[in-house]
C-alpha cells in the first residue's frame, strides 16, 4: 500500500504488509486503519498528490478500449465448431 512519496522524484513508496497463513482478515484490518489514518493527514489519497504519475486511468479513458476489435465468438469464429 501507497505509505508516503519519495522527494527524489514524487513517486509512490509502498508498504508491503504481511498476515499469518489464514490471517487475511488481520492483514485488511490493519491496511484499512493505516490506509485511514495517512489519508487524515495528508488530506486526501496520496496518489492524488504525486507529481510523477499519469492521471488515473478513469480520467484518460475516452470511451471503450482502443485498438481492440470486439471478439467474435460465434460459431464461425476461428474455423467454426467441429471443424
Given amino acids: 500500500m501507497p505509505c508516503g512519496l519519495a522527494p527524489e522524484d ?3 513508496v509502498g508498504l508491503q504488509i504481511m498476515a499469518p497463513a489464514l490471517g487475511d482478515d488481520r492483514l485488511y484490518r490493519v491496511a484499512a486503519a493505516v490506509e ?3 489519508e487524515d ?3 486526501g489519497p496520496l496518489l ?3 507529481k510523477g504519475l499519469p492521471p ?3 480520467e484518460r479513458r475516452t470511451g471503450g478500449f482502443r485498438g481492440v476489435a ?3 465468438t460465434g460459431p464461425d469464429a ?3 465448431v467441429g471443424r
Wanted: aromatic share 4%.
Fill in 78 to 80: 476461428a474455423g467454426g
Fill in 48 to 50: 492524488a498528490q504525486s
Fill in 36 to 38: 485511514a489514518a495517512l
Fill in 70 to 72: 470486439p471478439r467474435d
Fill in 10 to 12: 514524487g513517486l509512490p
Fill in 56 to 58: 488515473p486511468a478513469a
Fill in 41 to 43: 493527514r495528508w488530506g
